[in-house]
């Protein structure tokens, strides 16, 4: 996994459970700490991790329990500390690498139909290690796409020429699927936007079972 990372400059990974000096050391925030210095097992971690979204993202966070095979604390010369959820395909490994908390959320967030801040709270980003997509993409990378009528949509999630939006221009802010290469289906209203994100996380490691 830490190929994908190696342009980023000494690469150096930490698994739990972490020595407190250790994690003192590189700075572990306060929602990862019990989790990474325990000595529970690696679902048990994830559990912890994602308590806070119990209810918002439950199968996510069971699918990540369940088929997580490692933890492991990222830090790089460029880049700091990141959390990789790493999984066993059976004919490849990957990793979904989440970033740390965000601190604050961009004054956009407030107009969104939905509250992300227990999401962004335990990871601002959490996208495929290799694609740095695939999730839900750091607040910084929120991208702002205009359209023909002068409106414009906050992509959040994304995933090649697809990804989640919110569409700003119109009351109340509605969110959006938009699919480039769907022909009979480009642009589709998303009504429960936390059970979308679950299902787009999720769904893909439910596979595996």
Known sequence: MLRYVASEGKPMAFTPPLD???????????AWYQALTGPATISEQILALWAPLAH???????????HCVALV???????PL???????LGTEWMAQRGFLPARQMPDVARRFPIDLTPLYALHDGLVNIASEEDGPLPSDRWTAIPDN????????LSEGGRGLGFDMSVDPIRAYWLDSDSRQDPVREVPEPWAFMDDFMARWLERQE
Not at 73 to 79: C, I, K, P, R, V
Not at 149 to 155: A, D, P, R, T, V
């Open 149 to 156: 009528q002068g409106g414009e949509l906050i992509e959040i």
């Open 73 to 79: 604390a990222l830090q790089t010369d460029t880049q």
């Open 56 to 66: 918002s993202m439950p199968r996510t966070r069971k699918a990540y329990a369940a």
């Open 20 to 30: 407190l000096a250790v994690a003192e050391r590189i700075a572990v925030p306060e």
């Open 82 to 88: 990141s959390l990789l959820y790493c999984f066993d």
